[in-house]
T-cell receptor, first 109, second 115 residues
Framework: RKEVEQDPGPFNVPEGATVAFNCTYS??????FFWYRQDCRKEPKLLMS???SGNEDGRFTAQLNRASQYISLLIRDSKLSDSATHLC??????????FGSGTQLTVLP | DTGVSQNPRHKITKRGQNVTFRCDPI?????LYWYRQTLGQGPEFLTY????????KSRLLSDRFSAERPKGSFSTLEIQRTEQGDSAMYLC?????????????FGPGTRLTVL
């Protein structure tokens, strides 16, 4: 089983739509969870951390389910600028992060 | 620009040659990381430095790969006797030291093509 599994997509959604991504992880010792985004031919950038109780940042909501070992990202009111590859990331330690392969999102006008 | 910088941005080399990449982290960050990313995959961890000490190395880092951070500032990643399978984007990231985890800021990467 892969350490991190994500649906590669692509997800093509119209502007204003709500879209959700899930990601499962296999290492039960994981302690930190994140969503990064990566624009084409650019470096990854932190989108948001994922906390045990779930957290929201504007149009973005992240959830963590430790029992089922998955995290999710919900994007409401999609913007053209949300088009990117969304990478789920987890860390067993503060140093080593493990990235998923990413889910490609395209928001269409 | 006070972000992470990497040089060169692109490198084309012939199989068997040695290549060296440089990473300059954000100045106040004492943690530095190297990752490799191939098309359609997420970044894969290679190695980690805290100041000048190399504290973790992935099994992906074969004997042909070596990384240094001699003064705890910039770092270099050298690949000896390059192979076509080494073709990838090599990303550097840095972070400050916190109790557990601090955001890793990535540089633009060095794209290596081995012919």
């Amino acid at each position: 089983r892969k350490e991190v599994e994500q649906d590669p997509g692509p997800f093509n959604v119209p502007e204003g739509a709500t879209v959700a991504f899930n990601c499962t992880y296999s290492n039960s010792a994981s302690q930190s969870f994140f969503w990064y985004r990566q624009d084409c031919r650019k470096e990854p950038k932190l989108l948001m951390s994922v906390y045990s109780s779930g957290n929201e940042d504007g149009r973005f909501t992240a959830q963590l389910n430790r029992a089922s070992q998955y995290i999710s990202l919900l994007i409401r009111d999609s913007k053209l600028s949300d088009s990117a590859t969304h990478l789920c990331v987890f860390g067993v330690s503060a140093r080593q992060l493990t990235f998923g392969s990413g889910t490609q999102l395209t928001v269409l006008p | 620009d006070t972000g992470v910088s990497q040089n060169p941005r692109h490198k084309i080399t012939k199989r068997g040659q040695n290549v060296t990449f440089r990473c300059d982290p954000i100045s106040e960050h004492n943690r530095l990381y190297w990752y490799r990313q191939t098309l359609g995959q997420g970044p894969e961890f290679l190695t980690y430095f805290q100041n000048e000490a190399q504290l973790e190395k992935s099994r992906l880092l074969s004997d042909r790969f070596s990384a240094e951070r001699p003064k705890g500032s910039f770092s270099t990643l050298e690949i000896q006797r390059t192979e076509q399978g080494d073709s990838a984007m090599y990303l550097c990231a840095s972070s400050s030291q916190g109790l557990f985890w601090n955001e890793q800021f990535f540089g633009p990467g060095t794209r290596l093509t081995v012919l």
